[in-house]
């Protein structure tokens, strides 16, 4: 059975395949830190410019078939804290 952590191991080599500019941050970090904790989501602060808004939607593609993705750009990001 596939659990939650692997999921975001899956998005994280995906994030670094495409060269995505990021941090990690919150429940998953705090993981991979060493510490046991539940978590359902994972939080990452992606650097805002459009060459890695691109890389991002990119990584992202490449894990989910979702045509909502197309709708993450630097504007949004600059203007939301969150993208589900």
Do not use: C, P, Q, W
């Not at 650097?47 to 890389?55: G, L």
Request: zero cysteines; hydrophobic letters at 45%.
């Amino acid at each position: 059975m596939k659990s939650h952590f692997d999921d975001f191991v899956s998005v994280l080599k995906s994030l670094e395949k495409f060269d995505v500019e990021y941090v990690l941050i919150g429940g998953v970090a705090v993981i991979l830190y060493g510490l046991e904790r539940t978590t359902a989501d994972m939080d990452v602060v992606v650097k805002t410019t459009t060459e890695n808004v691109e890389k991002l939607k990119k990584a992202l593609y490449d894990l989910f078939e979702d045509m909502d993705i197309e709708e993450i750009t630097l504007e949004e990001l600059g203007e939301y804290a969150v993208v589900r």
